[in-house]
Every structure is written in C-alpha cells, then in structure tokens.
C-alpha cells in the first residue's frame, strides 16, 4: 500500500554541523506534509509544514525541502544543538485531517 | 502557551475491560484527533473530530472504539472491550481556530494504556 517512509533510522552529527533528514513518500495525492519531532516520553512537536504547491520553505534554523518529481522531503537543520536530538517524524495528509507519520528518524547530536 | 493535556498519563487494565481516556483540547481549536503509538513503531492515526462527529476514521478505530466530546472542553477515546494488542500510547491532538483543515495538529503529552 501506499506509505510513508524514512531513508535513514539513525543519524548522528557533531553539534555545530548542518543536519539533514529525508523522507520518501509515495502517495502522489498527498498535499500537506509535516515534520514532527518528539522528544522522550513526549507527543510529537510540529516543526514545520508545506504545501504541496510550495518547494521550499524555511523556519527558524530549520528548512524542509519538497521534490514532487521523486515524491521526496528533507528537513534540513542549520547549527545541530544537543537540544535537537529527538526522533523525528515526517507526515503527509490529502484530507488535511489524518496523518500518515513516518516510521521516525533518530537525530543524536554530539558534543 | 496553550497546550492539549490528557489524562491519565497511565492506565493499566485487564484484557476485556473497559477503558476512558481523556483529553482536554485547546479551547478554542474545532477539530479534535486520536492518534496512537504502539512501542517503537511509528504513530498512527484513528480519528479526526469536528462539530461534533467523526470526520474521518481509520481502520483501527473499529467498533471497539467511540469517540466523545461530552461538554464544551472535554474529549474522549473509550475502548470498550480493551485487547492486548490496544496496549500503546495514545496521544490526543487538535488543531483548526479558522474552519480550515490544513492546521498544525498540537500533540498532548499521551496516555499510556497498558493492557495485561
């Protein structure tokens, strides 16, 4: 079926480096796609979100990138801090209610 | 800053019985969720709620389950006949000030149901 998806499990960076997490998704009527973080013992935190008529869109320090040729999104994190190690979650919606989360990417950030 | 609390944090029950979890949304957010994440697995959705009815459900969210907002504040997930397999952590979400569904969903704390 169709699904959302993480490359990577596990990614560790220095603390000070650019982060970069990627997600493939395959639902091409997916419109609405959403980077959640969520911490230990915690409900997933919204970072950021995009449209699907949008390829780019930035936060603070963080950027999330939407290729819809390759059914693909990267969120990017600029300045790693230790604070930021979470797992992350990607997420895509076409109904704009029900989220379709990705299986996660753990983000270790070390000193 | 406003926030989704849910209660219990923790509920362990026998297979069989049945169990309420709540959750308190940000006041004034119309549309309410019920999301679950079974240990190391990713989360997943069971229903959206909005004036007063299910907008969407997924395959999960069988018979099993009701979803309730019995006064103004107030949202709950009741599983009535609770299995082993339903032992997760159930997180309430809800989002929407403006009747838009392209919200960011805010995520309570979760209730984590233990079914022994």
């Known amino acids: 079926g169709e699904s959302v998806g993480l490359h990577l499990p596990t990614l560790s960076v220095q603390e000070g480096d650019n982060s970069i997490i990627n997600c493939a998704y395959s639902?091409?009527?997916?419109?609405?796609f959403i980077w959640y973080k969520q911490e230990s013992g915690k409900g997933p935190q919204f970072i950021i979100d995009?449209?699907?008529?949008?390829d780019k869109r930035q936060g603070q320090r963080v950027t999330v990138l939407l290729n819809k040729t390759v059914k693909h999104l990267s969120l990017q994190i600029a300045a790693t801090q230790p604070g930021d190690s979470a797992v992350y979650f990607c997420a895509e919606t076409i109904s704009g209610y029900a989220l379709n989360f990705g299986k996660g990417t753990s983000l270790l950030v070390t000193p | 800053e406003p926030e989704v609390t849910q209660t219990p944090s923790h509920q362990v029950t026998q297979m069989g019985q049945e169990v309420i979890l709540r959750c308190v949304p940000i006041s004034n957010h119309l549309y309410f969720y019920w999301y679950r994440q079974i240990l190391g697995q990713k989360v997943e959705f069971l229903v959206s709620f909005y004036n007063n009815e299910i907008s969407e459900k997924s395959e999960i969210f069988d018979d099993q389950f009701s979803v309730e907002r019995p006064d103004g504040s107030n949202f709950t997930l009741k599983i009535r006949s609770t299995k082993l397999e339903d032992s997760a952590m159930y997180f309430c979400?809800?989002?929407?000030?403006?009747?838009?569904?392209?919200?960011?969903?805010?995520f309570g704390p979760g209730t984590r149901l233990t079914v022994l």
């Open positions: 639902n091409s009527a997916s419109d609405y």
């Open positions: 979400a809800s989002s929407g000030v403006e009747p838009s569904s392209y919200n960011e969903q805010f």
């Open positions: 995009i449209r699907s008529n949008m």
